[in-house]
């Protein structure tokens, strides 16, 4: 044994204890979420800029090759079969290589034989169906360098001016090149305004964001702050004023929360007050029977101080009984009670066979009346021991305050017109007064002039059970009795059906 004993020890030392999971902040993840998108699309949109500060900076450049290549190719001329370019000094300057790039120019032939300018300028790719005077553009790769080239066609048949020749169109290719470096450059200069002052942006962006994000939080803290300073016994709904629409919902919660709390813990004092109050009269009873037994020397004495307390002892095992019973009743949520499909008809005549042998102490005749095609029917949706604890107390009522010959009778019958189940409980007693009808089911309320024993809590716990089955109770006097001293009362509990009643099979 304590060998085992130590081999659970050195077992539950060495497994490692489970770490509680750190708290997610709200702060955080709202943050995460704001900027994760501005992070990935920052570089984006540095990439689109990008392209974009390029296609700009080409444009200007383009416009002007096209232009070069286009007054080049106008100084092509064709004499005696003989190609030349008669380049005047204007024509030359454009030519001349500027501060940054450089610039080249191919003129050829028809078959491609080189006419004038630079030898190793590549040759376009696709020379089907040259359209003249047509520029196009083109990137090409150029004594290792990049160059941006401007082509057209120039048709040596004929000119702009003149009218259409005869033969086979023959067509001279006018190029035009210069290195990307300016481009470059100003396509960088572009970027760098763009994107410097993003640069500066963003961190202002975050920070107002930040400040942002801790103002829009500010009321969770100042709720926390508020809760945090409550006392321990402050129960008071929290002040929903000033409170976002985000907020109020959970506010709410809290506050139906804190409710219920108040509830069950007013209920608890109470049944320690009233356990505490109606409890001291029978245990006083019990203590003074107890001492006049021990005084007493006649045997006679001592068994008539001993029927006093076991009979002071029923009636505080009673007392307990019921004050259990109607704590239990009160605390119990209505969501929270289990409720089954059951028979109300089969029910309620057991419970009242459990009362046959008491009625006939009492001389009281005690009956049970239900209709023969509803005995199996009444379906209701319930927690049957709750509900036979509703039926005793009004049985018990009944039978304490029923006078001897007197009768109490038990009825279940079905109100087929609003679909309810209903089970009434009548006597021959001294009855209830209109205007006491209300009081009756308060805890230890007891009708004045009344000689019947009891604790005054039967109907009380008869109510709460009631309302947790969405039941209605009801107090009439009994139709059916023919003494004007004992109107007797007819306590009337309706129930909604929980199946469609009418058929008499049985399951």
Same mark, same amino acid.
């Given at each position: 044994?304590?060998?085992? $004993?130590?081999?659970?020890?050195?077992?539950?030392?060495?497994?490692?204890?489970?770490?509680?999971?750190?708290?997610?902040?709200?702060?955080? &993840?709202?943050? =995460?979420?704001?900027?994760?998108?501005?992070?990935?699309?920052?570089?984006?949109?540095?990439?689109?800029?990008?392209?974009?500060?390029?296609?700009?900076?080409?444009? !200007?450049?383009?416009?002007?090759?096209?232009?070069?290549?286009?007054?080049?190719?106008?100084?092509?001329?064709?004499?005696?079969?003989?190609?030349?370019?008669?380049?005047?000094? *204007? /024509? +030359?300057?454009?030519?001349?290589? &500027?501060?940054?790039?450089?610039?080249?120019?191919?003129?050829?032939?028809?078959?491609? %034989?080189?006419?004038?300018?630079?030898?190793?300028?590549?040759?376009?790719?696709?020379?089907?169906?040259?359209?003249?005077?047509?520029?196009?553009? +083109?990137?090409?790769?150029?004594?290792?360098?990049?160059?941006?080239?401007?082509?057209?066609?120039?048709?040596?048949? $004929?000119?702009?001016?003149?009218?259409?020749?005869?033969?086979? !169109?023959?067509?001279?290719?006018? @190029?035009?090149?210069?290195?990307?470096?300016?481009?470059?450059?100003?396509?960088?200069?572009?970027?760098?305004?763009?994107?410097?002052?993003?640069?500066?942006?963003?961190?202002?962006?975050?920070?107002?964001?930040?400040?942002?994000?801790?103002?829009?939080?500010?009321?969770?803290?100042?709720?926390?702050?508020?809760?945090?300073?409550?006392?321990?016994?402050?129960?008071?709904?929290?002040?929903?004023?000033?409170?976002?629409?985000?907020?109020?919902?959970?506010?709410?919660?809290?506050?139906?929360?804190?409710?219920?709390?108040?509830?069950?813990?007013?209920?608890?004092?109470?049944?320690?007050? =009233?356990?505490?109050?109606?409890?001291?009269?029978?245990? /006083?009873?019990?203590?003074? @029977?107890?001492?006049?037994?021990? +005084? $007493? &020397?006649?045997?006679?004495?001592?068994?008539?101080?001993?029927? @006093?307390?076991?009979?002071?002892?029923?009636?505080?095992? +009673?007392?307990?009984?019921?004050?259990?019973?109607?704590?239990?009743?009160?605390?119990?949520?209505?969501?929270?009670?289990?409720?089954?499909?059951?028979?109300?008809?089969?029910?309620?005549?057991?419970?009242?066979?459990?009362?046959?042998?008491?009625?006939?102490?009492?001389?009281?005749?005690?009956?049970?009346?239900?209709?023969?095609?509803?005995?199996?029917?009444?379906?209701? *949706?319930?927690?049957?021991?709750?509900?036979?604890?509703?039926?005793?107390?009004?049985? =018990?009522?009944?039978?304490?305050?029923? !006078?001897?010959?007197?009768?109490?009778?038990?009825?279940?019958?079905? =109100?087929?017109?609003?679909?309810? /189940?209903?089970?009434?409980?009548?006597?021959?007693?001294?009855?209830? %007064?209109?205007?006491?009808?209300?009081?009756?089911?308060?805890?230890?309320?007891?009708?004045?002039?009344? %000689?019947?024993?009891?604790?005054?809590?039967?109907?009380?716990?008869?109510?709460?059970?009631?309302?947790?089955?969405?039941?209605?109770?009801?107090?009439?006097?009994?139709?059916?009795?023919?003494?004007?001293?004992?109107?007797?009362?007819?306590?009337?509990?309706?129930?909604?059906?929980?199946? /469609?009643?009418?058929?008499?099979? $049985?399951?």
């Amino acid at each position: 044994m304590q060998v085992d $004993q130590a081999n659970q020890s050195l077992a539950s030392q060495s497994k490692p204890e489970a770490t509680p999971a750190s708290p997610r902040s709200l702060f955080g &993840d709202i943050l =995460d979420w704001l900027l994760m998108p501005l992070l990935l699309l920052w570089p984006l949109s540095i990439g689109v800029t990008y392209l974009a500060a390029k296609s700009i900076a080409n444009e !200007p450049f383009d416009r002007s090759l096209e232009d070069r290549v286009t007054v080049l190719a106008q100084q092509v001329k064709e004499m005696n079969g003989e190609l030349s370019a008669q380049l005047p000094f *204007a /024509a +030359r300057d454009i030519l001349r290589a &500027d501060d940054v790039d450089n610039v080249y120019f191919q003129i050829s032939g028809p078959k491609r %034989e080189l006419i004038a300018g630079d030898s190793d300028l590549p040759l376009p790719e696709d020379e089907e169906a040259p359209v003249a005077w047509a520029v196009l553009m +083109r990137d090409a790769q150029m004594r290792n360098a990049e160059v941006r080239i401007a082509y057209t066609y120039v048709n040596l048949q $004929q000119s702009k001016s003149s009218a259409q020749s005869f033969g086979a !169109p023959r067509y001279a290719l006018v @190029q035009m090149a210069e290195t990307t470096e300016k481009r470059r450059l100003l396509a960088n200069q572009i970027i760098k305004g763009v994107m410097l002052p993003e640069f500066i942006i963003l961190p202002i962006a975050i920070a107002l964001l930040w400040f942002a994000l801790s103002r829009g939080l500010s009321p969770l803290t100042t709720l926390q702050d508020s809760i945090r300073a409550r006392r321990p016994d402050d129960l008071s709904p929290i002040d929903s004023r000033g409170v976002p629409e985000e907020i109020s919902p959970l506010v709410r919660s809290l506050n139906e929360m804190l409710a219920r709390l108040a509830h069950s813990i007013q209920s608890q004092k109470r049944f320690i007050a =009233d356990a505490a109050h109606q409890m001291k009269t029978p245990l /006083a009873g019990m203590r003074m @029977q107890s001492e006049l037994a021990l +005084r $007493q &020397d006649a045997r006679d004495e001592i068994q008539r101080s001993l029927e @006093q307390l076991a009979k002071s002892s029923t009636a505080a095992t +009673r007392l307990v009984n019921q004050l259990l019973a109607l704590a239990r009743a009160e605390n119990e949520s209505p969501y929270a009670t289990p409720r089954f499909s059951l028979e109300l008809t089969s029910l309620a005549r057991s419970t009242v066979q459990d009362w046959f042998v008491t009625a006939q102490a009492r001389e009281i005749d005690l009956g049970f009346e239900a209709e023969e095609a509803e005995q199996s029917t009444l379906m209701i *949706a319930g927690h049957a021991t709750m509900l036979r604890e509703l039926l005793n107390n009004l049985i =018990d009522n009944a039978l304490r305050y029923t !006078p001897p010959q007197g009768s109490v009778t038990v009825r279940v019958r079905h =109100d087929e017109a609003r679909a309810l /189940a209903i089970v009434e409980v009548e006597d021959n007693g001294p009855g209830i %007064e209109a205007g006491e009808r209300n009081l009756v089911f308060d805890r230890f309320y007891r009708i004045l002039g009344s %000689e019947s024993e009891g604790s005054g809590l039967g109907l009380a716990i008869v109510r709460e059970i009631a309302q947790r089955h969405d039941a209605e109770v009801d107090i009439f006097n009994n139709p059916r009795s023919q003494d004007p001293r004992f109107p007797g009362c007819l306590f009337r509990i309706s129930f909604k059906l929980s199946v /469609a009643s009418g058929s008499t099979d $049985q399951a």
